[in-house]
């Protein structure tokens, strides 16, 4: 059983690569991962087919499509549904790795962080020392759009809070909140699976999405029940919805804040991580270019 730091304030590592591979959630594609050690604080992704390019550090700049996923423009690459990879990184405590790609897309393995936290595990961890986060400035950030919000509050630690409304009786009003630490992240957050509606298939896979999706890696809801049960939850798809929140907060560093999203989306969090950035420079280096 795998022994995971008790909090946030080390940086860690890896202390060995580990490869995944698998269907994109979006684009149906294979792809493939290597995680590794790096020896520079943020995640840095290289391609696998073109290893002579320098490596260019992930950001909250580098958001370019926020529907269903969080994608990212790197030099002239994309890179699709990042979340999930980024939050098992940041939950179970890495602040630090090298992310090899091959392919447009993270693959979606089960439709949860979990996969990912085995890879980590399988891979271990090595101690960098403190881990230097600076705490956010004394007034809280909010961010709207629509009827969702996301807020930031200044705190000592990491607290993670979301709440969904949908008006499909199988979830209907959810609320879920945690102080984050790397043993309660593995516990309660990374095995919640990315959900959807059977309802909108026909009109998603038209607009050229979820062409991954399958009933092994999404929840599929139908109203009043779900179509391929059990849940790991009872309250699994808000669970999700913190897995997201934090996958996309990765981008910018782990704050010490208090934050909430109600009705929350990649294009909420995804500028909460831009405004922490503009908040605490520090928590955000500056992309290398070519």
């Known amino acids: 059983m795998t022994t995971w730091p008790s909090d946030y304030r080390?940086?860690?590592?890896?202390?060995?690569?580990?490869?995944?591979?698998?269907?994109?959630?979006h684009s149906g594609a294979v792809s493939r991962v290597r995680l590794g050690p790096s020896e520079?604080?943020?995640?840095?992704?290289?391609?696998?087919?073109?290893?002579?390019?320098?490596?260019?550090r992930l950001g909250p700049t580098q958001v370019s499509d926020t529907r269903l996923c969080t994608c990212l423009q790197v030099g002239d690459r994309r890179l699709a549904t990042v979340e999930h990879l980024l939050a098992a990184l940041a939950g179970t405590g890495v602040s630090q790795a090298e992310l090899w790609v091959e392919g447009e897309e993270i693959p979606l393995l089960d439709g949860s962080g979990l996969p990912w936290v085995d890879a980590i595990a399988e891979a271990?961890?090595?101690?960098?020392?403190?881990?230097?986060?600076?705490?956010?400035?004394?007034?809280?950030?909010?961010?709207?759009?629509?009827?969702?919000?996301?807020?930031?509050?200044?705190?000592?630690?990491?607290?993670?809070?979301?709440?969904?409304?949908?008006?499909?009786?199988?979830i209907g009003r959810q609320l879920y909140a945690l102080d984050l630490t790397p043993e309660s992240f593995v516990s309660e957050i990374a095995p919640a699976r990315t959900f959807g509606f059977r309802d909108q298939v026909e009109q998603l896979l038209a607009a050229g999405l979820i062409r991954g999706g399958a009933l092994d890696n999404a929840l599929v809801c139908d109203g009043d029940d779900w179509v391929n049960p059990p849940?790991?939850?009872?309250?699994?798809?808000?669970r999700h919805k913190l897995l997201d929140l934090l996958g996309d907060l990765a981008l910018v560093g782990l704050p010490r804040a208090h934050v909430f999203a109600y009705r929350g989306s990649h294009g909420l969090h995804t500028a909460m991580a831009a405004a922490l950035a503009a908040q605490a420079p520090r928590l955000s280096v500056p992309v290398p270019t070519h």
Do not use: C, H, K, M
């Open 231 to 238: 849940l790991r939850f009872v309250d699994e798809p808000v």
């Open 124 to 170: 271990g961890l090595s101690d960098r020392g403190e881990r230097v986060e600076p705490a956010l400035p004394p007034l809280p950030l909010t961010l709207g759009q629509g009827l969702g919000f996301v807020a930031a509050l200044p705190n000592d630690r990491l607290r993670l809070a979301a709440a969904i409304e949908f008006p499909q009786a199988a």
């Open 40 to 56: 520079r604080p943020g995640y840095w992704l290289g391609w696998l087919d073109a290893p002579d390019l320098p490596l260019q």
């Open 10 to 25: 080390q940086a860690w590592t890896l202390r060995s690569s580990v490869e995944r591979s698998g269907v994109g959630l």
